[in-house]
């Protein structure tokens, strides 16, 4: 762990083999992974994380997720990755992070939408009277670009029925965040991911989803570079998403 300042926070890893995907890289499960990982070690590093908010039965949740990637990091390679805060209101904190290889160069940036919910009413906090994150606030600005905005897919080119289980949910008791992603790179075969990278992923939490649940999970790929998905029931979507890939 390095730590150069309360407005940033830097946490080193080294990528197993155990840890990687088909093509020897880390996979975008992890990257979301370390994601929630680096933003909860950042709060802790506050006094603010998941211990101090449940005094009020209340915690983080991811809202939105945008990754770039030049490249992934492959086995036994060392990488970083970087947070801070950009802005933040009354409903949500941005957070922003950049990975870099053990050289110090940046191989991925990452934009965050978090906010607070009240466990026992499952609605949002008002946050922007929280003075930790208001006296932390970073001039770092993120190169990745906003996230647009994203939509149910109406005309898919694959429909999948999925009813989450226990193991995909998490410590708020609704569908952990790595197991929708899990659930959407699964629309994909494994030669795609062979002969093509992820390069850019967006993806926006829209409603909770339950164990039990059951949802069809609608992909467009009319456009193998650009493909849209979202995990639907009826008319409501819980999570949507957008691939953007290119050639290795």
């Not at 607070?116 to 008002?126: L, Q, S």
């Not at 770092?140 to 670009?145: D, G, H, L, T, Y």
């Not at 002969?195 to 790929?221: P, S, W």
Request: with cysteine; proline share 2%; net charge neutral.
């Amino acid at each position: 762990m390095e730590t150069n300042n309360s407005k940033e926070f830097t946490q080193k890893y080294l990528l197993t083999a155990a840890e990687c995907n088909p093509e020897r890289e880390m996979p975008l499960t992890l990257v979301m992974s370390r994601i929630i990982e680096v933003a909860t070690l950042h709060a802790n590093a506050w006094g603010v994380g998941y211990s101090k908010l449940i005094e009020a039965n209340q915690g983080w949740v991811l809202s939105r997720v945008t990754v770039e990637m030049t490249r992934y990091p492959r086995v036994n390679e060392q990488y970083s990755f970087t947070t801070w805060i950009e802005n933040y209101n009354r409903h949500f904190s941005q957070r922003n992070m950049e990975i870099c290889d053990k050289d110090g160069v940046v191989i991925g940036g990452v934009r965050t939408i978090w906010m607070v919910i009240n466990y026992a009413t499952r609605e949002g906090v008002d946050i922007s009277k929280l003075s930790y994150i208001s006296n932390n606030i970073s001039d770092r600005k993120s190169s990745v670009a906003p996230q647009g905005r994203l939509h149910m897919v109406t005309e898919a080119t694959k429909s999948t029925s999925y009813t989450f289980k226990y193991t995909d949910c998490d410590i708020n008791r609704h569908v952990n965040t790595v197991k929708y992603l899990e659930l959407l790179m699964n629309q994909f075969p494994l030669e795609k991911y062979d002969k093509q990278l992820v390069r850019r992923l967006e993806i926006a939490f829209m409603h909770e989803t339950r164990c039990g649940d059951t949802v069809e999970v609608n992909l467009n790929d009319n456009d193998g570079l650009d493909c849209k998905l979202s995990v639907d029931s009826g008319r409501l979507s819980h999570c949507r998403a957008r691939f953007c890939f290119s050639p290795r």
